[in-house]
């Protein structure tokens, strides 16, 4: 039924065409009759001047219809679209096996069709454009008062709110060895101990964890000048392993609000690895794959999974 549509369509629109070109051929066989007896002037011994009037005015009159019938019929008539360099690929033979001719077509009204809406777009942005002034009624071509931006508020934590949320965290989990130090200046640094497991050191900018990193409970985060050190990694493998699902799950926990609740959360996951080298995985049932215990704590029920057993 498509195809007969399509066929029955494309009949009409070349009879139209047909058609259109006709009445071009009559508009311009009246327009060449106009000038030609223009051309040849009146002779006003014989006295016919209205007679020439009237027969100029009805070639006019002719002209007139002849454009308005033309144009009626080009109304009908679908635009042709003008491909640059791929009008010849509708004459391969293989058309039907690739057509490549029919997907420029379709590729050429979307990006026109694209181009409307980005100027449309385009038009209503500029319709609402925001002033940037610094100050209520100052146009944004007068420099105002140069104002630093300001850091959002999860970051702009008194350092006492941050002690007290470390001190709830230890009365929280006795179990767990916890100590703030601030050697980078407003930043804190939290190092937990959990139960000669394993060592974690959480970089707290605000209430908002910048950077977490994991070593084994006989490591230290100290350089060779007894400095601490945030950047090297464990020796061992497990341990850089729980580095980067403790990053993951950093980022899971985030929160722009409750932050409080963010650093709550990764230390109660953190936890959980209290039997990293005991419980086996919840889904294999297996203490060891690839010489690995079970590194990955699930987010919501803290199960322990090997790495490759947690999808």
Known sequence: M????????????????????RLTQKLRSSVSRVFHDLS???DNTKGNEKTFLSDIQKLIVSVTNDFSELEKVANNLNPILQTPNSANVCLDPAIDK??????LLQAYKWTNKTAEHAGAAAGILQ???LKRSPLPGVSSGIKGIKRSRALPMPYNVPASVVDSLIAGLDRQFPDMGIAVTRPLGSCAIVQLTLERTLRALIVLRGCVIEWVKIKGYHENFLSDDGKIDIWSASRYQVFQKITDHASAASLHFYHPTYTELTVKSLVLWLRAYNTLFSAPCNKCGKHLQGALPPTWRDFRTLVPYHEGCKQ
């Open 2 to 21: 498509e195809n007969k549509s399509a066929a029955k369509l494309s009949l009409e629109q070349l009879e139209n065409l047909n058609q259109a070109i």
């Open 40 to 42: 040849d002037g009146i």
């Open 98 to 103: 690739l057509p490549v001719y029919s997907q």
């Open 127 to 129: 319709m609402n454009t």
